[in-house]
C-alpha cells in the first residue's frame, strides 16, 4: 500500500471523529436552549407541542401579516406597504 493511502485514511478517520465531536456539543447546545425556552419539556417533540400551545394553533391573519411586514419595513428605513 502507497504511504498517501495510510495518510488519507489516517485524514478521514481525525475528520470523522472531528465531526461527531462538533455534532454532539452542538446538539447538547440545543437542548440547553430547549429546556430553557420551555422549562418543563422533555425532548424536542415535547417543546414543540408547548410551541404550538402557546401560540393557540394558529395561523397569522392577513392583516396580522401585513402589519409585521410594514414593522420590518419601518425597521429597514423603507416605507409601509399598503394591502
Same mark, same amino acid.
Given at each position: 500500500?502507497?504511504?498517501?493511502?495510510?495518510?488519507?485514511?489516517?485524514?478521514?478517520?481525525?475528520?470523522?471523529?472531528?465531526?461527531?465531536?462538533?455534532?454532539?456539543?452542538?446538539?447538547?447546545?440545543?437542548?440547553?436552549?430547549? /429546556? =430553557?425556552?420551555? $422549562?418543563?419539556?422533555?425532548?424536542? &417533540?415535547?417543546? #414543540?407541542?408547548?410551541?404550538? +400551545?402557546?401560540?393557540?394553533? /394558529? =395561523?397569522?391573519? $392577513?392583516?396580522?401579516?401585513?402589519? &409585521?411586514?410594514? #414593522?420590518?419595513?419601518?425597521? +429597514?428605513?423603507?416605507?409601509?406597504?399598503?394591502?
Amino acid at each position: 500500500m502507497s504511504i498517501w493511502i495510510i495518510v488519507s485514511w489516517i485524514f478521514v478517520a481525525v475528520f470523522t471523529g472531528l465531526n461527531i465531536f462538533l455534532f454532539l456539543k452542538l446538539k447538547k447546545a440545543s437542548d440547553q436552549m430547549l /429546556k =430553557m425556552a420551555f $422549562p418543563g419539556s422533555k425532548g424536542t &417533540a415535547d417543546a #414543540m407541542q408547548q410551541m404550538q +400551545k402557546m401560540m393557540g394553533g /394558529k =395561523m397569522p391573519s $392577513p392583516q396580522q401579516m401585513q402589519q &409585521a411586514m410594514n #414593522m420590518l419595513n419601518q425597521m +429597514k428605513g423603507g416605507r409601509p406597504r399598503r394591502g
